[in-house]
């Protein structure tokens, strides 16, 4: 799951290097401890159980809407018995969501190796249904959470057994002035489903649906946008061109999306914001537990720095030997002069795991373990889901890995950031199930973190110019990816809804604003901006959320600065780490540094430390470049 950059196919380092006799690990997943098969009996006999279980909590949780609108006027000698019944409810959840996402897992991983699976298919609805059953089971508690007095939350949280929903608990009460009145609540719910929500599915529809014409074959969108990382220019060239001009055929449609998202938010936060305005970044600041003066410090800084990117990007066009870099090379595949040796999984794990020792000997055992255990899933398929992420099951916790391993060094990249997560999950195996949910913004530490490591291990190992500018160039793909796109995909969006306050945005202005924000960030690396960025997008028609954009930037240049630190904390620094890991569920992001590191990461300082780490690999590239 969650990021996982593309790093383009890379030479790989000499594989004589590595030991010849490596054990064979299993490249397929065993999931047999949870069902034997899609077709498993146990199954169907686990969703019955489930759907009782849940209407049974229902039940349990009615009471609760009859003290909803007096929540806020309770009276001390209620609290007791409403606390028993919010330790029975809390008890029972957690019991129903761990099998719920086992089964969920288990599914998804069927899914994951074999698309066509009859009856996985016909199971991943049904999971869907059975989880939206169990969230409006909860929903009277949760609300009643939300609006209940101060002391009350007091007391819940001197509880032990309900002393784990503290920072959950807690960090949603802060928006407690923003809530509606619960008919309200009901009726936006309501209606979303078919308002807000039908604009992204629409989206999803026309991407979905829609053909590019690429040097004169016509080509669903999903094969097109794989096209634009060949190491033939021209057809990088074609396919881009090819997808713009899909794009721009349906523009008006797409501006009527985001128009009409943005209106929905815009009338919405209007509504919730009578008592107290919320700024926009405010709420997603909320939403991914940074305060916006973090925010501001990570903009900012990255806007002072964005010559890194630039020259990321600059350095690119002399390698490819380009005379002007274009949008259509932003994914172009490092030259790769003679031959390129692959790796076997083997090779990849060994390497990977002798990177994560030199952190500690136990995160290298961990990756060893997750092969060993057939934990990762790396083999090819016929109806295989294409990426790669980080699942895992709730009882027991056990991480999963799903990728499609073919030997290069983008491939092993990607399978150290996931094993990155996997280890993340892992540190938390022991936690409770409320405190493992973190948000977007901590979600990549651990897997960029992984990644690092490797990057570094392998670059110090590259005997070859070659090997070397290998890393060098993923050093600078992410680098001109995270330093310039993704904040041109802020700084338009910020334009996006104070644009849409004024009126309706149509396509023509759309394309402006986006040609302003790349240029703001992007100046003169690139010869030409992707103006119609708006519409290729997928982010910017998500309904769910806004502001999708800057976690990715945050989690990059997060992990680096913590990164940063491994030297200066010598010995103790795996000890911090792993608590940090630990936290991120059940901490703010400046709670955890200042913590852990006792850093600030509202000061500029912390982003400078961790740019300081990319502008020193660009400089690395640079030099390679000559
Ligand atoms: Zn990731």
Request: hydrophobic content about 40%; glycine content about 4%; proline content about 4%.
């Amino acid at each position: 799951m969650k990021l996982g950059f593309y790093f383009g196919d890379l030479p790989m380092s000499n594989p004589s290097s590595a030991p010849t006799a490596l054990p064979t690990l299993q490249q397929t997943w065993d999931n047999s401890q949870f069902f034997s098969s899609s077709a498993d009996p146990q199954i169907a006999a686990t969703v019955e159980e489930l759907k009782g279980a849940i209407a049974q909590l229902a039940t349990q949780c009615t009471p609760f809407s009859q003290q909803i609108a007096t929540a806020a006027t309770l009276a001390p000698e209620q609290f007791d018995g409403l606390l028993a019944q919010v330790k029975t409810v809390h008890q029972q959840r957690v019991a129903i969501l761990n099998r719920l996402f086992n089964l969920r897992t288990f599914i998804s991983s069927v899914l994951s190796v074999d698309a066509q699976d009859a009856q996985a298919r016909e199971w991943r609805p049904a999971l869907q249904q059975l989880y939206a059953e169990f969230t409006q089971a909860v929903q009277p508690m949760e609300v009643f959470l939300l609006r209940v007095k101060d002391d009350f939350i007091e007391a819940l949280i001197c509880d032990p057994l309900l002393a784990e929903l503290r920072f959950s608990v807690q960090h949603e009460r802060q928006l407690q002035d923003q809530l509606l009145s619960l008919e309200e609540e009901q009726l936006v719910t309501g209606l979303a489903v078919n308002g807000l929500h039908s604009w992204g599915k629409l989206y999803s529809e026309l991407a979905g649906t829609l053909q590019c014409q690429v040097n004169g074959e016509s080509m669903g969108l999903a094969t097109a946008s794989n096209l634009p990382g060949s190491p033939d220019r021209a057809l990088r060239s074609a396919a881009w061109h090819g997808i713009q001009a899909a794009w721009d055929s349906q523009a008006s449609t797409v501006a009527a999306i985001l128009n009409a998202i943005q209106g929905w938010r815009l009338q919405e936060s209007q509504q919730r914001g009578k008592i107290r305005p919320l700024h926009y970044l405010d709420k997603s600041c909320h939403q991914n537990c940074i305060d916006r003066a973090t925010l501001d410090a990570l903009m900012e800084t990255t806007y002072q720095r964005r010559s890194i990117g630039q020259r990321a990007l600059k350095t690119m066009g002399r390698v490819l030997e380009v005379e002007a870099m274009q949008p259509w090379d932003l994914f172009a595949p490092a030259p790769t002069p003679g031959e390129t040796t692959l790796l076997s999984f083997e090779e990849a794990i060994d390497l990977i795991a002798n990177a994560f020792r030199r952190l500690t000997p136990a995160m290298g055992d961990f990756a060893v373990m997750m092969a060993e255990k057939g934990w990762i899933d790396a083999q090819p398929t016929p109806h295989r889901a294409t990426g790669a992420y980080c699942g895992g099951f709730a009882e027991p916790r056990q991480p999963r890995i799903f990728i499609t391993f073919d030997g290069t060094m983008g491939s092993v990249l990607t399978l150290a950031h996931e094993l990155g997560h996997a280890w993340h999950e892992w540190v938390m195996r022991d936690l409770p199930l409320h405190q493992t949910n973190y948000p977007a913004t901590l979600a990549e530490t651990a897997s960029i973190f992984a990644e690092t490591l490797v990057r570094d291990a392998v670059f110090a190992k590259a005997s070859t110019p070659t090997e070397k500018r290998a890393i060098a160039w993923a050093d600078a793909v992410s680098a001109a990816s995270l330093l310039l796109n993704i904040p041109a995909r802020f700084t338009f969006e910020q334009a996006l809804v104070e644009r849409r306050k004024q009126g309706f945005v149509i396509a023509e202005t759309l394309k402006t604003m986006m040609r302003d924000s790349w240029q703001y960030w992007y100046e003169d690396s690139l010869a030409s901006y992707d103006e119609l960025f708006w519409a290729s997008k997928l982010h910017f028609s998500i309904s769910g959320m806004s502001f999708y954009n800057y976690p990715y930037l945050f989690g990059y240049l997060f992990s680096l600065g913590i990164y940063a630190q491994k030297d200066h904390y010598g010995e103790a620094f795996n000890h911090l780490y792993t608590n940090l890991l630990r936290d991120t569920g059940r901490m703010t992001a400046e709670e955890l540094v200042q913590t852990h590191l006792n850093q600030d990461i509202r000061q500029p300082e912390f982003w400078q430390a961790s740019l300081d780490i990319v502008d020193r690999s660009i400089s690395r590239f640079e030099a390679l470049a000559v």
